[in-house]
Antibody, heavy 120, light 110 residues
Framework: QVQLQESGPGLVKPSETLSLTCTVS????????WSWIRQPPGKGLEWIGY???????KHNPSLKSRVTISVDTSKNQFSLKLSSVTAADTAVYYC??????????????WGQGTLVTVSS | QSVLTQPPSASGTPGQRVTISCSGS????????VNWYQQLPGTAPKLLIY???QRPSGVPDRFSGSKSGTSASLAISGLQSEDEADYYC???????????FGGGTKLTVL
């Protein structure tokens, strides 16, 4: 079981870019898929996107082209950038390790989450 | 509006058995395995059930999952006060090419 830790600013101004980094410890970032998931206050979970350690990505179309996910294998980190944020992007942001195998898809490990508030 | 449909709340008394339902469609539950996550107050979600009915190491056998067609359910037997949490179903969606979640069910132990 790996450990994941999100880091980044807790306050972002409207129209600016939200930037978060997830540091993976206790295991290598290689050979796995890694996701970002968010949870607005008092609401449910929303998948933002995932990245494979090789760099291939997929994001939720609902976020249009505002999402960029990248990976730095040398630092065992992956990152999220969400541009043109509004108050609707206020949420707890989780990084997570995905599992794809004969058991199907599931999220195996979660970070503790970090609250990002969009406000001027 | 979540892709998967769950009841917003459920409740039971200690020792009781409760079930939580999760409804989807042919592009998600109908063609992929279902997972359940438990989110205790103020904490990150935790994998509770994967591959429809498999428990990760450390999850008590009081928790069980099942799937039939485009629906799934989570059953908790011998309800305990520490089971009070939000429960989310999730699966892969072939149309989205990504995971989808239910809206969550808040379980109250009376």
């Amino acid at each position: 079981q790996v450990q994941l830790q999100e880091s980044g600013p807790g306050l972002v101004k409207p129209s600016e870019t939200l930037s978060l980094t997830c540091t993976v410890s206790g295991g290598s970032i290689s050979s796995y898929y890694w996701s970002w998931i968010r949870q607005p206050p008092g609401k449910g979970l929303e998948w933002i996107g995932y990245i494979y350690y090789s760099g291939s990505t997929k994001h939720n179309p609902s976020l249009k082209s505002r999402v960029t996910i990248s990976v730095d294998t040398s630092k065992n980190q992956f990152s999220l950038k969400l541009s043109s944020v509004t108050a609707a992007d206020t949420a707890v942001y989780y990084c997570a390790r995905d599992n794809f195998d004969s058991s199907g898809y599931y999220i195996a490990d979660w970070g503790q989450g970090t609250l990002v508030t969009v406000s001027s | 509006q979540s892709v998967l449909t769950q009841p917003p709340s459920a409740s039971g008394t200690p020792g009781q058995r409760v079930t939580i339902s999760c409804s989807g469609s042919s592009s998600n539950i109908g063609s992929n395995t279902v997972n359940w996550y438990q989110q205790l107050p103020g904490t990150a979600p935790k994998l509770l059930i994967y591959s429809n009915n498999q428990r990760p190491s450390g999850v008590p056998d009081r928790f069980s999952g099942s799937k039939s067609g485009t629906s799934a359910s989570l059953a908790i037997s011998g309800l305990q006060s520490e089971d009070e949490a939000d429960y989310y179903c999730a699966t892969w969606d072939d149309s989205l090419n990504g995971p989808v979640f239910g809206g969550g069910t808040k379980l109250t132990v009376l």
